[in-house]
């Protein structure tokens, strides 16, 4: 196959190595090639163009690795001298409506279309990163980044952007509970109770996390007034002991808020199901779901 690979950084650099050693004629695009990549590129024996066209050029293949802020514009760019069934790729941070949009382009084209989300750190793990792809061409991608050793996994049912979003999504996760983790744990070391506090925590363990996170949001709809009281003494005495409290603020606000509709609009039932729950929120907060 004839890959062009559109940003010689980390990423791109990445997988041009092990696709070029299953055989592959791989081409590397860098508008400003950096001297590590014009060392990889002579050391694997590639070629490196400073155009787009040019690389894109009877490829099957093109694979996006710029930045999030470009990546629109090098998609447009890119399917516009690419052929009918051919395969583009964008491993870009790129917003998911960018994507989409570039998505609904290659459709018109007839040219499959994927959205990869990294879900983690590739300077670390490089390609056997955990990866996530939608799209209309995801078949041929998941056999591609099987070549590399690459775990690859498809987004059931999902469409172009759908991976992007659910990366960011995860980054509201898991860099809150970072957070939250940081600011509760230097008070639990201060107090000299971090074994214990993890001893207090083991009961979550017990559950899966789908099943802790539903009933979360199940019962917080209930009993975010009780639970506000809980916040505001926390906080209280994380002041009170001088540790920095940045999480916590926002925290209380979200379980004000609910505690605000709560008195405004009650649940009709005390045991509401997710589904229930999340209507109720979005009806609250006078969001459209």
Known sequence: MKIAIIGAGEVGLTYARPWSAAGNNVILCDLKPSSRAQAFAEELGLSISTSVIEAVADCDIVVSCVFGTVSLAVAEDALSYMHEGALFIDMTTADPAQI????????????????????GAIALTHEKTNLIGAGTGIDRAVSLYALAGAPLKPVED?????AAALKILRSVFTKGLEALTIECFMAA????????????????????????????????????????KEVEEAERQLRAADMPVS??????????????????????????????????LFKANGVTR
């Open 247 to 280: 999480v916590l603020p926002g925290v209380k606000d979200l379980f004000q808020r609910t505690a605000d509709q709560i008195n405004a609009s009650a649940l009709e039932t005390t045991t509401p199901t997710l589904d229930q729950a999340f209507e109720w």
């Open 189 to 228: 070391e201060k107090q000299g109770v971090t074994e214990k506090l993890h001893d207090a925590l083991s009961d979550i363990d017990q559950a899966s996390l789908r099943d802790f996170l539903g009933a979360l949001i199940r019962t917080h709809v209930v009993h975010a007034p009780r639970r506000l």
């Open 158 to 162: 999902g469409l172009a952007g759908d």
């Open 100 to 119: 989409r949009k570039a998505g609904e382009r290659a459709a018109k084209l007839e040219i499959q279309y994927v959205d990869v989300a990294i879900l």
